[in-house]
């Protein structure tokens, strides 16, 4: 019994670390490339890559590894779009996180 109680925990903090870590990852755009057309979409897309990469490199393997990455990634691509501050990013992230918990439920 106390191992199977002991493990939802040492994951969840775990999985809580990895964003931690990835708070350091830093994002360079101009607004030039945000106000051009179809300028949201190709930085939303490098945010999301930078995001993948970083939460890779800071997710230790495991049979959970997938599931704490993915919220990591989630995690750090609001953290960068909040961060930017820009209403285009923002919807289009709302409409794509949409998306996502749409396919998932």
Do not use: N
């Not at 964003?19 to 949201?40: D, I, N, Q, R, T």
């Not at 945010?47 to 993915?70: L, M, Q």
Request: glycine fraction near 6%.
């Amino acid at each position: 019994m106390l191992f199977k109680s002991a493990v939802p925990v040492v994951l969840l903090t775990l999985a809580a670390a990895a964003p931690a870590h990835a708070e350091s990852v830093v994002m360079h755009y101009s607004a030039k490339e945000l106000a051009a057309p179809g300028g949201a979409e190709a930085l939303y897309k490098r945010i999301e890559a930078r995001a993948r990469s970083a939460c890779a490199d800071a997710t230790p393997a495991g049979a959970w590894a997938r599931r704490a990455a993915a919220a990591c990634e989630e995690d750090l691509v609001a953290d960068l779009v909040e961060k930017i501050g820009d209403g285009r990013l923002a919807a289009l992230h709302v409409r794509k996180s949409d998306r996502r918990y749409v396919a998932r439920g």
